[in-house]
């Protein structure tokens, strides 16, 4: 691959002068695009690159001009993304990939988009990391992570997909090496690192999403797939291990995990970790995503399921990926699917969530601490007693927004809060506790109340057509809705008897680029 550097915005004005005959990108907009420049007589690569960029700018304005564009989660600079990807901690950025489709705002051929952070709150796009090498037989660049060797090389492992192949059929791992700082990558000459022939005669369809993951010493990775694709299913989840430091050489060990359920008919995105002292499973099955939480036992290379659950009730979230970061904690991305198409951009990744296991051993999840450092001003209400009258609550004049609620619920048979704004076509957003249920508009998730003091605790994230609830840090909802105006009002009432908000807090929330 060719020399490629990457700057900036700012350090493009200091440097501009030093490009001379180099191919600039630098697109002026909401969002500040870093700039790839490509030395002349660059390989292909880089002209897949410059193409594909090219066609993000281009579309930028109109994506970025559109006012349902979330503005504290992250999206590419325009187009269509998909499944988070390769979430590492590197060198002190939490680094990011996404799949990408730089031509249009609907599905297409994938490439790999990529920002970082340095605080979680903060992000920074930077030049798209993968491309298909056309002239390697390669169509797509989809979903994978990103490691470090044995030999501290940067690795992305992906699945790579042939042209006029179909993926069902047809697949092969790929992997790409990075520079130091991930930003530049270039495919490995040992490609492809894991294909077929592996399996021996057994045939796995849908085979893809590699994911490493490391223990006692020794490096694994599991795919996605099904079995039996003719009949309907069999989702399995595959395990490898490396037979060396430099991760090119792999054994197939078998099926770690078949999915339960006749109704799954592939396991997409597979991601397998310990959290404390469980083994956790990420399956994405065409349908909501469910998690596994067991055993594995790394003689046989099998994991035993305890227990599972669905790790978002909405319907717009699905291909988590996680980063397990240097203090240990693991944090998790979805995709944020079920956007219009027509403006430029669609899709973002959800909000960082923070994983844990409750003393009773179940999954929790939390909005990432870090994202309190984009809250803006406060505003702070205590005590509300809900009756069935309502109590209206002027909200910071903003549509993105997050809210606290601590509500006790006493006797109350049900609370209601309700969202609502001028703006003609914005359907109100509702969330309802009642009897051991949550509701957030159309979607009801279960979610009992343990002991005798009832209380819901609610952080709402309201991201212009992005919403995001968390329930006492264990039910999760993502939901696309009507973009509200950005002169919002919060109502609470109570039914059936007295409930207190004992506190109810609300910040606009600010840009994260
Ligand atoms: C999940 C998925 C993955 C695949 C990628 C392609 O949304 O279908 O299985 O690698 O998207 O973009």
Same mark, same amino acid.
Do not use: M, N, Q
């Given at each position: 691959m060719g020399v490629a550097h990457y700057f900036a915005p700012w350090q493009h004005l200091r440097h501009s002068d030093q490009m001379n005959g /180099? @191919? &600039?990108? @630098?697109?002026?907009? #909401?969002?500040?695009l870093p700039l790839v420049t490509v030395l002349a007589g660059a390989e292909p690569a880089n002209e897949a690159i410059g193409r594909a960029t090219a066609a993000i700018q281009a579309a930028a304005p109109r994506a970025q001009s559109d006012p349902a564009r979330p503005i504290f989660h992250v999206t590419a600079p325009a187009q269509w993304i998909n499944d988070p990807n390769g979430p590492i901690y590197y060198k002190g950025f939490?680094? /990011?990939f996404y799949q990408l489709h730089p031509f249009s705002d609907q599905s297409g051929p994938k490439y790999w988009g990529h920002v970082r952070s340095r605080d979680l709150a903060k992000w920074e796009p930077l030049p798209i990391a993968l491309w298909p090498s056309s002239e390697a037989g390669e169509a797509e660049v989809w979903s994978g992570c990103c490691t470090i060797n044995g030999q501290g090389e940067p690795m992305i492992f992906y699945t790579s997909i042939a042209p006029g192949k179909s993926a069902q059929t047809h697949a092969e791992q790929w992997a790409a090496?990075?520079?130091d700082d991930l930003i530049t990558w270039r495919k490995s000459a040992a490609n492809p690192m894991l294909s077929e022939s592996l399996h021996g005669g057994k045939k796995i369809y849908d085979w893809r999403d590699p994911f490493i993951f490391r223990h006692q010493k020794r490096t694994f990775m599991v795919t996605g797939g099904n079995l039996n694709a003719a009949k309907g299913g069999q989702a399995v989840v595959n395990i490898y291990e490396a037979e060396n430091a430099g991760l090119t050489q792999w054994k197939y060990r078998g099926v770690l995990f078949t999915l339960p359920d006749a109704a799954a008919r592939t396991a997409e995105c597979p991601n397998f970790f310990k959290l404390g002292d469980q083994w956790v499973l990420f399956v994405s099955p065409y349908g909501k995503v469910q998690y596994f939480l067991g055993d594995f036992d790394a003689k046989t290379c099998r994991f035993e399921a305890r227990t599972r659950g669905l790790l978002d009730c909405g319907p717009n979230f699905y291909a988590p990926n996680t980063m397990q970061v240097p203090d240990g904690r693991r944090l998790v991305w979805g995709w944020v699917t079920g956007f219009p198409g027509g403006h430029g951009w669609n899709g973002c990744l959800s909000l960082p969530r923070e994983l844990s296991l409750s003393r009773e051993g179940q999954l929790r999840q939390a909005p990432a601490p870090q994202l309190s450092k984009l809250r803006g001003r406060r505003l702070e209400w205590k005590n509300i007693r809900l009756e069935s009258g309502s109590e209206t609550l002027v909200l910071p004049g903003t549509n993105a927004l997050e809210i606290h609620a601590d509500i006790d619920l006493k006797m109350a048979e049900s609370v209601v809060l309700e969202f609502k704004?001028?703006?003609?076509n914005a359907r109100p957003v509702e969330v309802k506790y009642s009897g051991t249920e949550l509701r957030v508009l159309d979607v009801a998730a279960s979610l009992p109340l343990s002991g005798s003091v &009832?209380? /819901?605790? #609610? &952080?709402?994230? /309201?991201? &212009?057509?992005? #919403?995001?609830v968390f329930a006492n840090d264990t039910v999760c909802i993502t939901k696309h809705i009507s973009t509200l105006d950005a002169s919002a009002i919060l109502t609470i009432h109570a039914q059936g008897s007295t409930a207190i908000a004992k506190l109810v807090q609300a910040w606009p929330m600010k840009a994260i680029w």
């Open positions: /180099l @191919f &600039r990108y @630098f697109a002026p907009g #909401l969002v500040a939490y680094h /990011l090496i990075g520079d704004s001028g703006a003609s &009832r209380k /819901l605790t #609610l &952080r709402i994230f /309201l991201d &212009r057509s992005v #919403l995001e």
